[in-house]
């Protein structure tokens, strides 16, 4: 079960040298050393300051080494306003969603 991925909603994007690409909106990874969580975090680094020990790395890596360190509260609500903002965020382009990273 270790470095499995499981995603949740799906998205496109453009990078910045115009590639195509499909991410899901959020998402998480299990590995022996914790788990690293999959979502645009970057609007929200306010709120991810409390939720105890954690790594951010790259645009939207999460990593944290074990539950008891957080506060799942401020946790689940980071991932759902994440997922919201995405959300609102996505254009409909050709039958395809699209997010724009930046």
Same mark, same amino acid.
């Given at each position: @079960? ?8 799906? %998205? &496109? ?10 991410? %899901? @909106?959020?998402?998480? !990874?299990? *590995?022996?050393?914790?788990?690293? $969580? ?5 609007? &929200?680094? =306010?709120?991810? +300051?409390? /939720?105890?020990? %954690?790594? $951010? !790395?790259?645009?939207?890596? $999460? *990593? #944290? =080494?074990? /539950? *008891?360190? /957080? ?7 980071? #991932?759902?306003?994440?997922?919201? +903002? @995405? =959300?609102?965020? /996505?254009?409909?382009?050709?039958? +395809?969603? &699209?997010? @724009?990273?930046?």
């Amino acid at each position: @079960m270790w470095n499995k991925h499981f995603g949740f909603g799906k %998205y &496109y994007y453009k990078d910045s040298k115009g590639g195509g690409h499909s991410f %899901y @909106m959020t998402g998480f !990874t299990i *590995a022996r050393h914790g788990f690293t $969580l999959y979502l645009d975090w970057w609007n &929200y680094k =306010k709120d991810i +300051e409390k /939720i105890g020990k %954690y790594k $951010l !790395t790259g645009k939207s890596c $999460l *990593a #944290i =080494k074990s /539950i *008891a360190d /957080i506060d799942p509260s401020v946790l689940k609500a980071v #991932i759902k306003n994440s997922c919201v +903002e @995405m =959300k609102k965020s /996505i254009q409909k382009r050709d039958d +395809e969603l &699209y997010y @724009m990273r930046t």
